[in-house]
């Protein structure tokens, strides 16, 4: 199921649990952005990662033998 | 020609040769600094009292028989994200009215060290999140967009303002604005220069590196910073492989730029390197990954300052920090996870080829009031989106990447080629560069100014 868009009640609310209340009058704005964003980004869970670590685990330098399967 | 026409390699050759003392040059510099400012605003402060006596001390040591190399008495702007003790970092935001360093950051020191002369901080996009720079024209035309986020790095080299700039580069914010403005700029390997006092945007794309007026003299500076040695001449380039990006690189691009990198590329192949062409590996996934990255990166480093004075950011830049509060850890998460299969998808790709060589942006600087592009195929993008676009695949991958003048469009306006290497193989980058840049009789050219500027001042 793809995820869904916030509606502003509930950004709002997201940002208070974050502790950043919204001043009134930006709640539309900053929903709307963090609908795009999240829009974009959400396209990454096509992805199959199985054991694929995040980058900041990983070694800089090219390449151990699993990268090539990981890749393809 | 006068002093702040030369080029770094040519200023530091006149300095060994005492045909140029530092003072001079820095001096030169300063007064076409204040001719041009009040047209570009490259500058949030220059520091002319302070350059003087920089360069002053490096005459005398130079007389006295103790040159440090190149970079002995060129003055030079460094972005205002890169702290130097005693001064403020602003990042070019009243966030950071009352700021004062209170240490040098890394490059500061390293090029200190070579003698380097500090002109001033130059402008960024607030923070470093945006592609335009607004407090900055561009040196072609002010009427248009400076680029960024090192927009006044950008601008003061192309004017001749600095002999050579810092910048950094998150999401292309050395090679935009050095390709809006007809200079070259380098985003070197991820980790090669450190980040030590230089103010983030995200820590997992962040780069510093240079703005010069040349491929050579961008060597010598990643030389300073570095502290390996620069190389020594062009050369042909047979047995080079340079891949021809089928996908993604080509798209979406304003015809008289792929028209410009496209000669540019059969002049490597004119110059004995072998074209491949390669297809670009998980370019659905590039816009996601730099976002995924970016946006609660940047929204962590601001934590504090976005809950005691919001109003200070701009409008622009608060927004996009506020909204980053929203985005879940499992989104930032997956970016860093397929920023790992997006590094050993391009290290195969690489197998095939040496370089890949393709537009650094695609369309050339935008009037200042043009929010969005709109596109052959009926698409429509931001402005700062397809800015992105094209310079993002070598901060995900961390891709040594260079962009080099080659040419301008109908209007005039430069255009700028990329060449991305390989993890940590800057020289080859480097060496195709400027191969490349030897077949330009223009190579190394200031931006054409008004004309009452021309004859603002002599040496």
Redesign the interface.
């Known amino acids: 199921m793809p995820p869904e868009d916030?509606a502003p009640g509930e950004?709002a609310q997201?940002?208070r649990r974050?502790?950043?209340p919204?001043?009134p009058g930006?709640t539309d704005?900053?929903t709307a952005?963090?609908n795009h964003?999240?829009a974009?980004?959400?396209?990454?869970?096509e992805?199959d990662?199985g054991d694929?670590?995040?980058?900041?685990d990983?070694p800089?330098?090219?390449?151990a033998p699993e990268?090539?399967h990981?890749?393809? | 020609m006068r002093p702040f026409e030369l080029t770094l390699a040519d200023a530091a050759a006149a300095i060994r040769a005492k045909d140029l003392s530092p003072v001079e040059l820095t001096d030169s510099v300063l007064a076409r600094a204040e001719a041009v400012e009040g047209r570009l605003h490259a500058y949030v402060d220059v520091l002319a009292e302070r350059a003087r006596a920089d360069a002053a001390q490096a005459a005398q040591e130079i007389a006295a028989g103790r040159p440090r190399g190149p970079l002995h008495g060129i003055p030079m702007g460094l972005k205002d994200l890169i702290d130097v003790k005693g001064l403020p970092t602003t990042a070019s935001s009243a966030v950071r009215a009352d700021h004062v360093a209170d240490g040098d950051s890394a490059v500061t020191v390293r090029l200190a060290d070579a003698g380097a002369v500090l002109l001033g901080k130059t402008h960024t996009h607030e923070f470093a999140y945006g592609l335009t720079t607004p407090q900055s024209r561009n040196a072609w035309d002010a009427e248009r967009v400076a680029g960024g986020s090192s927009g006044g790095s950008a601008v003061a080299v192309a004017a001749g303002a600095a002999t050579f700039a810092l910048g950094t580069d998150t999401g292309g914010s050395i090679r935009v604005p050095a390709s809006l403005n007809g200079v070259v700029g380098l985003k070197p390997t991820?980790?090669l220069i450190p980040r030590d006092g230089v103010t983030s945007l995200s820590w997992?794309l962040d780069h510093v590196g240079p703005l010069t007026r040349t491929v050579r003299d961008a060597d010598l500076v990643l030389a300073a910073l570095t502290g390996r040695d620069a190389q020594d001449s062009a050369g042909d380039l047979t047995g080079l492989r340079v891949g021809v990006p089928r996908t993604y690189y080509f798209d979406r691009v304003a015809p008289d730029v792929e028209a410009a990198v496209r000669e540019a590329i059969e002049r490597l192949r004119d110059l004995g390197a072998e074209l491949v062409d390669v297809e670009i590996?998980m370019t659905?996934?590039v816009?996601?990954?730099q976002?995924?990255l970016m946006?609660p990166e940047a929204t962590a480093y601001h934590e504090r300052t976005?809950?005691t004075t919001?109003e200070l950011y701009a409008p622009d830049v608060r927004?996009?920090l506020?909204?980053?509060?929203?985005?879940l850890a499992g989104?930032y998460?997956?970016?860093?996870?397929?920023?790992?299969?997006m590094?050993?998808?391009w290290?195969?790709m690489m197998e095939q080829v040496d370089i890949v060589a393709a537009p650094a942006v695609p369309l050339t600087a935008a009037p200042v009031d043009q929010q969005s592009v709109q596109w052959a195929d009926g698409s429509v993008e931001s402005v700062s989106d397809s800015y992105v676009r094209l310079s993002a695949p070598a901060n995900i991958t961390?891709a040594p990447a260079l962009t080099v003048p080659v040419g301008q469009d109908r209007a005039g306006l430069p255009i700028g080629m990329q060449l991305i290497g390989?993890?940590l193989e800057e020289r080859t980058v480097l060496r195709a560069g400027r191969a490349y840049e030897a077949t330009r009789t223009d190579a190394g050219r200031l931006a054409p100014g008004p004309a009452a500027e021309a004859g603002s001042q002599s040496r």
């Open positions: 916030l950004a997201w940002a974050a502790g950043l919204l001043e930006r704005l900053v952005t963090a964003i999240h974009v980004v959400a396209t990454l869970r992805l990662f694929v670590p995040p980058s900041f990983v800089f330098a090219p390449e990268a090539r990981a890749a393809l | 991820y980790g997992s590996p659905r996934y816009k996601a990954v976002w995924g946006v976005l809950r919001p927004v996009l506020e909204a980053g509060e929203l985005l989104d998460l997956r970016a860093q996870r397929a920023r790992t299969l590094r050993r998808a290290a195969l961390g390989r993890p």
